[in-house]
């Protein structure tokens, strides 16, 4: 199996410890797959400053493929982050920095590449939201990570091009979330 996640790569700056790891929902679903011993390779848009320098180079070492990734001058994606608690809670970002100001753009050259895959990982911060239509063209198996601030003209907007969709629902009860898949899972047309 192959998987590819595209879109979003930060750096988590815990500033109480004054360290700063990879992290971005599509960056960490390649990390994660690669260390299941699954062939991983991800599509991103890297900064020109240390942090972008830090990711590439972790990516490097674990082998995930990143010749298809970007590079821009400004901030890689940055979140400024603490523990309360033992739970993580974000201080701020820099809303994705290169990756929101230079959405990914898909070639024909990048299109045969992703065309290799066996299963495709995007999300809501990846800032990949229109590039759902090319990638549902190309037939591979797509799964979409919500979060958990979506709003319901993202999902109406999105839903239907994910094969997987995933949302985190902390903050509903255990019956809205359900009803809140149900409805959702009408809209998807199938189940899922």
């Known amino acids: 199996m192959k998987v590819l996640g595209i879109g979003d790569n930060v750096v988590d700056k815990y500033v109480h410890l004054r360290m700063m790891y990879p992290g971005g929902n599509a960056l960490n679903f390649s990390v994660f797959a690669k260390k299941a011993g699954v062939d991983a390779a991800f599509i991103g848009v890297f900064g020109d ?12 070492e674990l082998e995930i493929d990143i010749s ?31 990756t929101r100001l230079h959405p990914l753009k898909l070639s024909e050259d990048d299109k045969a590449y992703v065309g290799g895959f066996d299963l495709i990982h995007t999300g809501l911060y990846s ?3 229109h590039l759902l239509p090319e990638l549902k063209m190309l037939g591979i198996p797509l799964s979409f990570d ?12 999105y839903i239907a091009y994910a094969d997987f969709a995933f949302f985190s629902c902390s903050h509903m009860t255990d019956e809205e979330t359900q009803n809140y898949i149900r409805s959702n899972r009408k809209k998807r047309g199938k189940f899922w």
């Open 49 to 60: 400053d240390n942090e972008a320098q830090h990711v590439e180079h972790i990516l490097r």
């Open 68 to 98: 298809r990734c970007r590079y821009h001058s400004g901030e890689n994606g940055c979140a400024r982050v603490t523990l309360e608690d033992g739970d993580r809670v974000f201080l701020g970002s820099n809303e994705g920095g290169v």
């Open 127 to 129: 800032h990949t939201g």
């Open 146 to 157: 919500f979060s958990d601030d979506f709003i319901d003209a993202q999902v109406e907007k």
